[in-house]
């Protein structure tokens, strides 16, 4: 089974609006469209360059959410580039301890930032949206996703549309849209699409969650303009 096949599965039992074609025998270009509180939700593949002429897909799950001004957002799992610097961190951590100096923040939930690169324009209001349990927890229960809340370019103002988008790859171990098997039996193939919903549930589940944690307040003034 593949992405269009899971996908359009997927669509007959949870609704929505599927697009999807088998131009060029492409298998990896259907949308879904979701209904999510009267919120458009977008389930997509992503196309990423492999060199030479390659592509590989990740999959993106797009909400909408309104907020008081321009915000960025990003956690993403980190790699070894962020690995090796914390582990520098770390040494100048025990140099600086006594001085009672912090040189990184855990935004007050290193559960969820560890493992992780958080990137934002706004410590104070992401230390705001981390507050959210619901949120957090989801983060922590799925370590392998990417999230990013940024501003719905080219809006610009009074345009406040944001875009909450989860990423993640059909790769990973919770993952199973290609199957070896040529001759896949009738069981290999409902446990593929329980897993691909299983997947594709927790990605919305952590978009609404995002949704929810970036709408619950009101925005604080960014330092700089106070």
Known sequence: MNWNELLYQYAQT??????GNDLNG?????????????????IRPVAHSAGRGGLFFTVQVLLRCELDRDYILKISKQNAAHSGMNSVRKQLDKVTERFGVDLHD????????????????DPEF??????????RQLLVQWPDYD?????NAPMKQPDRSHIIAVNASPDVEHWSVDLL??????????????KFDRSLEAMIDLAKAAHTAVTAWH????????
């Open 181 to 194: 098997e040529p001759f896949p039996t009738e069981e290999m193939l409902a446990q593929a699409a329980g």
């Open 147 to 151: 999230l990013s809340v940024r501003k």
């Open 26 to 42: 492409s298998d990896w270009n259907a949308v879904l469209l979701l209904d999510c509180g009267n919120k458009p939700l977008i």
């Open 219 to 226: 925005m604080p003034p960014k330092a700089q303009e106070m």
């Open 14 to 19: 949870h609704g929505g609006q599927y697009f």
């Open 126 to 135: 992401t230390r705001m949206v981390f507050q959210d349990a619901g949120f």
């Open 106 to 121: 855990d935004y007050g939930c290193p559960e969820v930032t560890n493992g992780r690169h958080i990137k934002t324009d």
